[in-house]
């Protein structure tokens, strides 16, 4: 089955660049979708197909996707960025990545 | 606006069956794909089953031949029927809208698998 890798976490200081990655065999191949989860809530989708943002996204959210890695990257991170974060992707079935954790100091 | 509302969890023994049920309005029902999509506590979301507009069904190796998903457009309803539960099963599951990506998820129901 296909696998998902997410460092567990990422610390960034505040109002600085956060890049978050995903890697999968051959994953540039692939859509990625980018969740956004804070304790107690659901996931919310911050980025679909690899570098899309939905409506009510802040554009400091973007994504880029190529070879075997996908990367979530979140511009100028404020403090209420911090949560866990979820790749996701569509390869037989859907599969998520194991998440990271993103500490805005 | 778009609402996802499930219901249906709760305490079933090992063996057990539960009918989760997921209420949707504000979008045309029929129109999208749905999936179930659980999350066991301090741990990442994992898909369980997905229904297609033509009433495809899909679902992840370890609850096949267990869970069943449907779905009731005339109803805008979504449902998964769980039978045989396990310890593994506990978990939050979510119903949640495929358009491309999982555009919008309920606030999940808790499903605890325990004697």
């Known amino acids: 089955s296909y696998e998902l890798t997410q460092p567990l976490s990422v610390s960034v200081a505040l109002g600085q660049t956060a890049r978050i990655t995903c890697g999968g065999n051959?994953?540039?191949?692939?859509?990625v979708h980018w969740y956004q989860q804070k304790p107690g809530q659901a996931p919310v989708l911050v980025i679909y197909s690899d570098s899309n943002r939905p409506s009510g996204i802040p554009e400091r959210f973007s994504g880029s996707n190529s070879g075997n890695s996908a990367t979530l990257t979140i511009s100028g991170a404020q403090a209420g960025d911090e949560a866990d974060y979820y790749c996701q992707v569509w390869d037989s079935s859907w599969v998520f990545g194991g998440g990271t954790t993103l500490t805005v100091l | 606006e778009v609402q996802l509302v499930e219901s249906g969890g709760g305490l079933v023994q090992p063996g057990g069956s539960l009918r989760l049920s997921c209420a949707a309005s504000?979008?045309?029902?029929?129109?999208?794909?749905m999936h179930w999509v659980r999350q066991a506590t301090g741990k990442g979301p994992e898909w369980v089953s997905g229904?297609?507009?033509?009433?495809?069904?899909y679902y992840i190796a370890s609850v096949k031949g267990r869970f069943t998903i449907s779905r009731e457009n005339g109803r805008n309803s979504l449902y998964l029927q769980m039978n045989s539960l396990r310890a593994g099963d506990t978990a939050v599951y979510y119903c949640?809208?495929?358009?491309?990506?999982?555009?919008?998820w309920g606030q999940g129901t808790l499903v605890t698998v325990s004697s």
């Open positions: 051959n994953i540039g191949s692939k859509s």
């Open positions: 949640a809208r495929a358009s491309v990506g999982f555009d919008y």
């Open positions: 504000g979008f045309t029902f029929s129109s999208n794909d």
């Open positions: 229904i297609g507009t033509a009433g495809d069904t």
